[in-house]
């Protein structure tokens, strides 16, 4: 199976879309992370959803965790307040780096070698074209998985 063939449709937003519709998506559609594109549609950086809990957090509880445990549920309530304002590129890691890409016919085991790497849950198929990059799709590592061992046969069917 090729890359192509694992390639499938998935959320994306860009650096300036709201951060509080990013954590909605996140929620509704239950994703590990969403991609980011640049302003040419091509991948820029994977957002996790870990990340944007983080940005939740305050930096004070970040800091000392043992503070959470006074802080009251009413207080707590208010944390998505810190996306307010805030854009996908202001809550995207200092340390985020370019999403792994994967050309069309890359093997599935090429995609499966590339984000063991690069610790992704994401992996981007980008097809080059004469007139630039275009985004064909997104390999999750829970639907890899699922391939992977559907092929295998060591995935049971559905009771």
């Known amino acids: 199976m090729r890359a192509r063939d694992l390639a499938g449709e998935y959320e994306s937003v860009s650096l300036d879309s709201d951060a509080t519709e990013a954590a909605r998506l996140m929620a509704e559609h239950r994703l590990p992370a969403l991609l980011v594109l640049d302003e040419q549609g091509e991948p820029k950086a994977i957002l996790p959803a870990s990340q944007m809990v983080k940005v939740l957090v305050p930096a004070y509880v ?56 690069v610790r992704s849950p994401l992996v981007a198929v980008v097809e080059k074209a004469k007139d630039g990059r275009h985004l064909l799709g997104v390999i999750t590592a829970s639907h890899l998985l699922h391939e992977l061992l559907g092929a295998s046969g060591k995935l049971d069917p559905p009771s």
Do not use: Y
């Open 62 to 117: 970040i800091e000392d965790p043992t503070l959470a445990a006074v802080v009251d549920e009413k207080h707590a309530d208010r944390l998505c307040q810190a996306l307010v304002g805030r854009t996908v590129g202001d809550c995207l890691s200092s340390k985020a780096v370019k999403p792994p890409i994967a050309d069309p016919d890359d093997t599935a085991l090429e995609v499966a070698a590339l984000m063991a790497l």
